[in-house]
């Protein structure tokens, strides 16, 4: 797969978890903290928060990917949010069910890891 492409298909997949979180924060909340914290109000408040920031960023990378200075720039700063997703799942894994840790950790590592490379490849294009 080409950068230009895996890029894209990243921020795609970023902006559509932000509306799927605006749009019901319940459901996805449940599966990644667990139905006991699904209903609590501050959770869904952050939820929305999370939802919010991961529509925006998916957004300004779309719009940003064919800019040649700030594209990579956009790309490796939405590296960086998942590499921090990562770091706070794990500070807070005891507090988390295994399943939404694991989730987590596999998902944002992952978009950090190909967030970065693409960055990378995008910058050196």
């Known amino acids: 797969m080409n950068p230009r492409r895996g890029a894209w298909l990243l921020a795609a997949g970023r902006a559509a978890l932000g509306i799927a979180v605006l749009?019901?924060?319940?459901?996805?909340?449940?599966?990644?903290?667990?139905?006991?914290?699904?209903?609590k109000p501050v959770v869904l408040?952050?939820?929305?928060?999370?939802?919010?920031?991961?529509?925006?960023?998916?957004?300004?990378?779309?719009?940003?990917?064919?800019?040649?200075?700030?594209g990579p720039r956009v790309q490796a700063l939405c590296a960086v949010v998942d590499g921090v997703d990562?770091?706070?799942?794990?500070?807070?894994?005891?507090e988390l069910p295994r399943s939404g840790v694991?989730?987590?950790?596999?998902?944002?590592?992952?978009?950090?890891?190909?967030?970065?490379?693409?960055?990378h490849e995008l910058a050196h294009a």
Do not use: C, K, M, N
């Open 23 to 39: 749009v019901a924060p319940e459901q996805v909340v449940s599966h990644w903290l667990g139905r006991e914290h699904a209903t």
């Open 45 to 70: 408040d952050l939820a929305r928060s999370l939802g919010a920031r991961d529509l925006a960023l998916g957004v300004a990378t779309l719009q940003t990917l064919d800019a040649a200075v700030i």
């Open 86 to 94: 990562v770091l706070a799942t794990l500070i807070a894994r005891r």
């Open 102 to 119: 694991f989730g987590t950790v596999a998902i944002a590592g992952a978009a950090a890891g190909a967030g970065f490379y693409f960055s």
